[in-house]
């Protein structure tokens, strides 16, 4: 008969250890994907490299009080036309660099990372943005629109 000291623990198994790893593993590999999903929707990659090309389009595929989105320089653009002006603006947040939304309703950009507002003129409303939002150059001649330096 042996002798069973009720204070022993039993030691951990090598597949507990073995199990706990592999979970450690996966938690790992999700946490990194994750933060590369996120990173991808809250700062996408724009291509720096590609050089500013001018867009141009007719003048009727933006009536007034509408908005157009095009892609200037590898950069995400928002037109905006009121009935004063037709504007180009980079939808890059001038905080942080994440993506800005248009909210037609209120007429305003919205930076969903830390609350930024800019109004439709791209000035800031509120939220931590330092600058307004970059405005790119647009020329109309005749019933053509052209965003960028010709
Ligand atoms: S990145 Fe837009 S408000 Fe911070």
């Known amino acids: 008969m042996t002798d069973i000291n009720p204070s022993q623990k039993p030691r951990p198994s090598a ?3 073995r199990r706990q790893l592999i979970q450690l593993g996966l938690t790992t590999l999700g946490a990194a994907w994750l933060g590369t999903w996120l990173q991808s ?3 996408p990659a724009t291509d ?5 090309q ?3 389009f007719p003048l009727s595929d933006l009536p007034v009080g509408g908005t157009k989105a ?5 950069v995400s653009v928002l037109m905006v036309r009121t009935r004063e002006s037709l504007r180009a603006f980079s939808l890059i947040c001038t905080h942080l660099g994440c993506t800005v ?3 037609a309703d209120k007429k305003e950009f919205y930076c969903p990372c830390h609350s930024g507002r800019f109004d439709e ?3 800031v409303l509120a939220g931590p943005p330092p600058i307004p939002l970059e ?8 019933e053509i629109v052209t965003v960028g330096e010709v």
């Open 121 to 123: 003129f791209g000035e």
């Open 48 to 52: 720096t490299t590609q050089e500013a």
């Open 41 to 43: 929707r809250l700062f």
């Open 15 to 17: 597949f507990v250890s």
């Open 54 to 56: 001018p867009v141009s």
């Open 135 to 142: 405005q790119i150059a647009v020329s109309v001649e005749g």
């Open 101 to 103: 939304e248009w909210q």
């Open 70 to 74: 095009i892609t200037y320089g590898g």
